[in-house]
Every structure is written in C-alpha cells, then in structure tokens.
C-alpha cells in the first residue's frame, strides 16, 4: 500500500499548493544582470517578446523589472544618485517616464494579455526625498517624517544605496507608509515584488523582521496574490520558521555572478535551507547569470559573455533544477546563442524544478561516490538524481544502485541528454571538473 501513501500525500500536497502563492518555484527573467539600474521600457519588450516565444510554453512566466525604475537619470554608467528619483504627491516612487513611457499599469497589462506576470524591485523603506519634503502618507492622517526610524537606529540607512530610510514598521506611521505602497502596486497589477536591503545584514544591522512583516501584512491586505522575495543574502538560516510564514521567495546568498567560487559555495547554502523549502517558500540561488551579461551595469561593468564554462553552466541549472531554487535568467535574452537557449529550454530538466510534489532534495554524503550526491523524490514515484564533482579534477563514479536505495538495475535517464541508459546494477561515469550529471531513476 505504499504506493498509495505516496498518491495520496502527493494529492494533499498539491491541494494545498492550489491555495499558496508560489506554490512552485517561480520561473522568468529578471533585468538586473545586463542592464543594472538602467533598463528601459522598450529593453524589457524586447526581452519579454523572446522569452514568450522560446521560454513559455515551458513555464517561464515572470518579467522582473529590477532596481531604481525611479531614476530618470539612471543610464548603467552613473553610480547610483538620488538626483533623478521620481516620486508622487504622496512620496511614493513612480516610473521616471523617459525610461517607462507607459507605466507599470500598462506595462503589467501589456504581460498579463500574454499570460506572463509583471513583477518590480524595490528598496527597504521610504524615500529620504518624501522625509525631506515631510509629504503625506496616502489615505492616512500621518507624514513621511513620522514614518521613518530614528537616527540612532542601526538599521534607519543602507550601506550601499541612499535612496530610502529604513521605516518604523512598528509605529502605525510606519505601517501606513507599506499599506500606501502596497496599494500603489496592486493598483498597477503587480504579480511579484522583490524587496532589497530587508535581509541582508552588514555594519550592525539586525534582521529587519518588523519591515518584513509590514509589509508582507499590507501586500495581503490588498486582496491581489503577490509573491514576495526579498533580497539579498546570506540570509540567517535561523530566521526560518519567520520567512516562512511571511515571505514566499527569500535570497541564500549575496549577488550571485559567474564566477566557480560563487556557484561552489552554493551547495553549501542550499544543503543548510533544503529542509525549510516547499509550496510557498523556496531559498532562492540569485538570478542565473548566463548568456550576454552586464550590457550596461554600473555595479559589474564588464560587457561579456559568461564566463561560466558549459560543464560549469550545466552543473549550475542541474543544481537549481534539484533543490529546487527559483529560477529567474539573468542575461539579455534575444541575444541567446542555440546552445544556451538549449539549456533552457530542456522539459525533463524543468519537470525535476517544477515537480507537483514540491519536495526538497537531499544531499547525501560520505560513500559510495567519489562526486557530491543529491536525491529528489518525484510525483510519478521516481526520483531525481544529480552528481557533481565540485573538484579540479575528474572524478570517476563508480557505485551499486542498490547502494543509494533503488532496485539492482532500475530504468535510468539521462536528463540533459534526453536518452534512456542501458539497465545495469552498476553505476560508472567519468565528471569532468566542475561537471555533473543529472539523471532520472525509477
């Protein structure tokens, strides 16, 4: 009776995801990794018009238009400067019009006649131009000024943007402050919200659970199911049962770039959050920085390709795809070549992301493999294996199957190569350094 235990949990668990935002990990395109602070209206069509056509029957389906869309003066060349921040009446930050002609309103509705979700980046707090100015919460009776935490409050500025002072989430100033912004962006359409500077934790700053609940708290109360991610990490592994309950997308690590140290230290991070990922809440790896990168991004301004070797980028979605991370493209897409949209748009890969169990993977450690193991079980009764040698040197695979729970010689696939393996009751391979491979097992 086994195997209807598993039906059953599988039946309830995707019962439960049909009433979760982010039920599974999001799939898109974010702009932050090739335009920085300065993408513009026409770049993110443009974008979103090849990511329709190549990338969405396979469920990539989120447009994130990332940090500082307020700056009219932003042009991926200029540090960040509060000079060109564009807000209302009311302090709340608005499009600057040169770079987004349309507004987010139209531009939300332009995504959603395609089926696709419009989701914007947004910075802890309020802007220091609505302090400054004292001007008006909307729909409230209180004042930016009011709004804002103290001097002596750690966590009042960021340690790399000027834009916002943090906001005294525990004030009724301060929650009418998220409740104003709250309503501006459902009042745009807006599917997904990535909120920075929330978890990131640098010069005595503390986690900032207040902010995060405010304003979490004012997206429900709009009635509109937006996802939640805030940014960026490492993000404290003890703040779990916290993030879960009010954040449905939460970043691991620091800005993640194509660099093996990053990707290298990335098992270690998603091996500490496995156990608290599932329907609604997922540890997210960062944007996936692959393809044409940093066409104008004043942060990381070398124009390139990545420099991620193809083993190297394999080896990264295989991780994603297992972990299961959210999994939102980092490069500008229409310059794609074959062989990177190839991996993209690999259906047996995606399934193991977007499995309707909505399990974790474990990683399993010690013998009998020489390569790193993680195991996913999967909704038709398979699971999912992925092997990585995270060393400089090949390593050869060797081990029983029997050794990792599965029958002698189990129906075997492998992933990227989409072709079935002859049945064996042994396992043997050779990964190149930094190479994986990813296989189905049942």
């Known amino acids: 009776m086994r195997w209807l235990a598993t039906i059953l949990l599988a039946a309830l668990r995707i019962g439960l995801a049909a009433q979760t935002i982010a039920p599974l990990p999001p799939m898109g395109w974010n702009s932050y990794d090739a335009y920085g602070d300065s993408v513009t209206e026409a770049e993110v069509v443009q974008n979103v018009l090849w990511l329709k056509e190549r990338l969405y029957p396979l469920g990539w389906n989120t447009i994130v238009v990332d940090f500082r869309w307020y700056d009219r003066l932003a042009d991926g060349k200029r540090a960040q400067d509060p000079e060109g921040i564009c807000i209302d009446s009311n302090g709340r930050c608005v499009p600057a019009t040169n770079r987004f002609p349309s507004g987010f309103k ?11 979700r419009f989701g914007i980046h947004i910075m802890r707090g309020i802007p220091r131009l609505a302090v400054a100015g004292n001007l008006p919460i909307a729909d409230s009776e209180f004042t930016a000024a009011q709004a804002v935490l103290p001097e002596s409050d750690t966590n009042r500025t960021c340690a790399w ?14 929650r009418a402050w998220y409740d104003s912004i709250a309503r501006q962006y459902a009042s745009w359409g807006i599917d997904y919200i990535k909120c920075d500077d929330i978890a990131n934790l640098q010069r005595g700053r503390i986690y900032d659970a207040a902010e995060i609940e405010a304003l979490s708290t004012s997206l429900r109360k709009t009635g509109r199911p937006i996802i939640l991610s805030i940014s960026p990490g490492e993000t404290p592994v003890n703040c779990a049962p916290h993030l879960k309950q009010f954040v449905n997308l939460w970043r691991i690590s620091g800005d993640f770039w194509d660099r093996w ?3 290298d230290h990335s098992f270690d991070l998603f091996a500490a959050w496995l156990p608290d990922a599932g329907p609604g809440h997922w540890p997210d790896g960062d944007m996936i920085p692959l393809g044409h990168l940093s066409l104008r991004n004043c942060d990381v301004p070398q124009d390139r390709w990545t420099r991620f070797t193809r083993d190297e980028q394999r080896t990264l979605m295989t991780l994603l795809a297992i972990a299961p991370s959210p999994l939102m493209l980092g490069m500008n897409l229409p310059d794609n070549d074959d062989w990177t949209t190839q991996l993209l748009t690999n259906p047996e890969v995606i ?21 790193e193991t993680w195991m996913k079980k999967l909704s038709d009764g398979g699971c999912a294996v992925a092997l990585f040698n995270r060393s400089n040197e090949i390593a050869h695979v060797s081990f029983p199957w029997r050794h990792l729970g599965f029958p002698s010689a189990p129906e075997t696939r492998d992933l990227w190569g989409r072709t079935n393996l002859a049945a064996a009751e042994t396992y043997a391979s050779d990964l190149p350094p930094h190479g994986s491979v990813f296989l189905r097992v049942k």
């Open 106 to 116: 139209a531009l939300a509705g332009q995504m959603h006649a395609m089926g696709l």
């Open 161 to 174: 943007n000027r834009d916002m002072f943090g906001v005294d989430a525990g004030c009724p100033a301060g």
């Open 261 to 263: 140290e990053c990707l």
């Open 351 to 371: 399934a193991v992301n977007q499995d309707a169990l909505a399990l974790p993977a474990r990683r399993m450690t010690g013998p009998p493999v020489s390569a």
